[in-house]
């Protein structure tokens, strides 16, 4: 909870959600958050530097993408080597978000479908009775509906081809990390840059990185 509350202040403080929302393809963020002897580090990457695609997988050569990176992101040293000595407690991340985008889409497919059949059959059951106010009524109704599930449907597909991944880490080190070495730039060679922000016992700080500057210390 604690780190949560650092990670929104550095945030808010070096504007880092906004950036992140601007998701700017070849550009990453990365925040660096210090309690004592415990560290957190968050990376906010566009999915088509990190991944290669902004959908969920469509094919095998994609699903196998998402596994590897899946795999890569297990460890922290496959993003970022630490001068100081620290073992990785914990991580999480948001690849599931692209596991679920296929089902999401079938689900809101079928659910469209039983509106539809629905809509069907009460202008079965309206032209037996011959009510045409209602069936102008439903007509109205279908065309609001139309005209909002194309709203919606827009609202998917703009999220999805405008994905970020996140992953987190919570470390522990035994004496103070003085500097980074990112080796991510190895694994995504589309990303060109990273912010770095950070909140640590000797002050806070930002500084960019690029795939020819790929190392940095606190200041």
């Given at each position: 909870?604690?780190?949560?509350?650092q990670l929104i202040c550095l945030s808010l403080c070096f504007g880092?959600?906004?950036?992140?929302?601007?998701?700017?393809?070849?550009?990453?963020?990365?925040?660096?958050?210090?309690?004592?002897?415990?560290?957190?580090?968050?990376?906010?990457?566009?999915?088509?530097?990190?991944?290669?695609?902004?959908?969920?997988?469509?094919?095998?050569?994609?699903?196998?993408?998402?596994?590897?990176?899946?795999?890569?992101?297990?460890?922290?040293?496959?993003?970022?080597?630490?001068?100081?000595?620290?073992?990785?407690?914990?991580?999480?991340?948001?690849?599931?978000?692209?596991?679920?985008?296929?089902?999401?889409?079938?689900?809101?497919?079928?659910?469209?479908?039983?509106?539809?059949?629905?809509?069907?059959?009460?202008?079965?059951?309206?032209?037996?009775?011959?009510?045409?106010?209602?069936?102008?009524?439903?007509?109205?109704?279908?065309?609001?509906?139309?005209?909002?599930?194309?709203?919606?449907?827009?609202?998917?597909?703009?999220?999805?081809?405008?994905?970020?991944?996140?992953?987190?880490?919570?470390?522990?080190?035994?004496?103070?990390?003085?500097?980074?070495?990112?080796?991510?730039?190895?694994?995504?060679?589309?990303?060109?840059?990273?912010?770095?922000?950070?909140?640590?016992?000797?002050?806070?700080?930002?500084?960019?990185?690029?795939?020819?500057?790929?190392?940095?210390?606190?200041?």
């Amino acid at each position: 909870m604690k780190f949560t509350k650092q990670l929104i202040c550095l945030s808010l403080c070096f504007g880092g959600i906004a950036k992140a929302q601007e998701h700017v393809h070849g550009a990453g963020t990365v925040f660096v958050i210090q309690d004592g002897a415990n560290w957190q580090m968050q990376y906010v990457l566009p999915a088509a530097d990190a991944l290669g695609f902004e959908h969920a997988p469509e094919d095998k050569q994609q699903r196998d993408s998402l596994a590897s990176l899946g795999h890569t992101l297990e460890k922290i040293e496959n993003l970022v080597q630490l001068d100081g000595k620290c073992k990785q407690l914990d991580y999480s991340h948001n690849l599931d978000v692209f596991e679920g985008q296929e089902g999401a889409e079938h689900k809101h497919g079928n659910l469209h479908d039983e509106e539809e059949e629905h809509h069907h059959d009460e202008h079965d059951e309206h032209d037996e009775h011959d009510e045409h106010d209602e069936h102008d009524e439903h007509d109205e109704h279908d065309e609001h509906h139309k005209t909002h599930g194309d709203h919606d449907g827009h609202d998917e597909e703009h999220e999805v081809h405008h994905q970020n991944i996140e992953v987190s880490y919570t470390l522990q080190c035994t004496n103070q990390v003085k500097g980074l070495s990112f080796v991510i730039f190895d694994k995504m060679h589309s990303l060109q840059t990273l912010e770095v922000q950070w909140s640590i016992e000797s002050g806070q700080g930002s500084a960019t990185l690029t795939n020819s500057v790929t190392d940095m210390e606190f200041n």
